[in-house]
């Protein structure tokens, strides 16, 4: 009857969809699996590769060396420090006057026998020699210093691509207080994706000016370094998604932001790529993190966008726009109080 005919076509359609959908189903389950431990196994295992550094040897000074004050000034230059018309405040930092005279702030730097601690010296030179070595504010004389050796090259394992690894801990807060009000600001709040930041990014694409966030989280750009390509296809936007959430899923925010901070691309140093912010300061302000001004940490958050684009040697113009508008976010709500 009529009856028994519709409850047969009902169960002959379940099962059709059953044998269509089960494997369907089944096979998306082990490509979340697949997923899954691509993501575990990175983190859990040795995320990077660091370089081995090389250096040239360390410059020692002591009282009748042979060497020229031009020379030793080249010396300073070659490892990054910086000339002041003051008395210097800060490592890195020195003065030379009368063609004779420095005064200078060492860095902290690691030697094979142990870890030299910044110190403020006075060296006088005269006829090609060092005459006085002396402690700049105990006018202690001192038998011997060593400056720290330049860095001739990095030999990578795989890649090219060289970084500095911090801990967030070590990191100065405002860091990453200006990373989330640029980049993400729901990122303790969201699990990986985030729809409100995806619709905004949709109706800023439809409205004249834009707006400088995107709709990718911050987990998310951190997948696409770490796991995927920068291929822009619905397939990489899908696994990118999916590999965010597996990732929030097991671990939490502090090592995603940790991670994230010594993995993004920051730049191009001739064959090395600059990753990490670590690195991205002493590369574009030869500073430490701690060291660097409000407007400088913006600067270095506006290449996450794109570090070739905003590159600040290449295009100063691009990148104090961008820094500007970064400024612009981080104050607004502030975010970062102004008087820092």
């Known amino acids: 009857n009529v009856k028994s005919l519709g409850i047969k076509s009902l169960l002959f359609s379940t099962k059709t969809m059953l044998y269509f959908y089960l494997p369907v189903l089944l096979l998306f389950v082990f490509y979340i699996a697949y997923l899954d431990l691509r993501v575990t196994s990175k983190f859990e295992g040795s995320i990077w590769s660091l370089p081995a550094q090389v250096y040239a040897r360390p410059l020692e000074l002591y009282v009748d060396k042979q060497l020229t004050a031009r020379q030793f000034e080249q010396e300073l230059q070659l490892i990054g420090y910086r000339a002041s018309n003051n008395i210097p405040v800060e490592p890195g930092q020195y003065r030379f006057w009368n063609d004779r005279h420095f005064e200078l702030i060492t860095h902290d730097f690691k030697f094979w026998d142990g870890h030299q601690k910044s110190r403020a010296l006075r060296i006088d030179f005269s006829y090609g020699t060092i005459r006085l070595l002396k402690d700049l504010y105990g006018h202690n004389d001192l038998d011997l210093v060593r400056l720290e050796p330049a860095r001739i090259a990095g030999i990578y394992p795989t890649h090219a691509e060289d970084r500095e690894i911090i801990k967030l801990e070590d990191v100065t807060k405002r860091l990453p207080l200006a990373l989330l009000a640029v980049e993400d600001?729901?990122?303790?709040?969201?699990?990986?994706?985030?729809?409100?930041?995806?619709?905004?990014?949709?109706?800023?694409?439809?409205?004249?000016?834009?707006?400088?966030?995107?709709?990718?989280?911050?987990?998310?750009?951190?997948?696409?370094?770490?796991?995927?390509?920068?291929?822009?296809?619905?397939?990489?936007?899908?696994?990118?998604?999916?590999?965010?959430?597996?990732?929030?899923?097991?671990?939490?925010?502090?090592?995603?932001?940790?991670?994230?901070?010594?993995?993004?691309?920051?730049?191009?140093?001739?064959?090395?790529?600059?990753?990490?912010?670590?690195?991205?300061?002493?590369?574009?302000?030869?500073?430490?993190?701690?060291?660097?001004?409000?407007?400088?940490?913006?600067?270095?958050?506006?290449?996450?966008?794109?570090?070739?684009?905003?590159?600040?040697?290449?295009?100063?113009?691009?990148?104090?726009?961008?820094?500007?508008?970064?400024?612009?976010?981080?104050?607004?709500?502030?975010?970062?109080?102004?008087?820092?």
């Open 185 to 340: 600001r729901r990122f303790y709040k969201h699990r990986g994706v985030d729809p409100r930041a995806i619709a905004r990014a949709f109706v800023a694409n439809l409205t004249p000016g834009g707006a400088i966030q995107g709709g990718s989280t911050l987990t998310q750009q951190l997948v696409k370094n770490l796991f995927l390509t920068s291929e822009r296809s619905l397939w990489r936007k899908f696994n990118e998604a999916i590999m965010a959430v597996l990732l929030e899923f097991h671990y939490d925010k502090s090592l995603i932001l940790e991670t994230y901070l010594n993995e993004i691309y920051l730049g191009q140093d001739g064959s090395r790529g600059v990753h990490g912010f670590a690195l991205a300061s002493q590369y574009y302000f030869n500073r430490t993190l701690d060291k660097l001004t409000t407007d400088q940490l913006a600067l270095l958050v506006g290449l996450v966008k794109g570090a070739s684009w905003y590159d600040p040697r290449r295009h100063p113009a691009r990148a104090l726009d961008r820094r500007n508008q970064g400024l612009f976010l981080m104050f607004e709500p502030v975010v970062i109080g102004k008087q820092q």
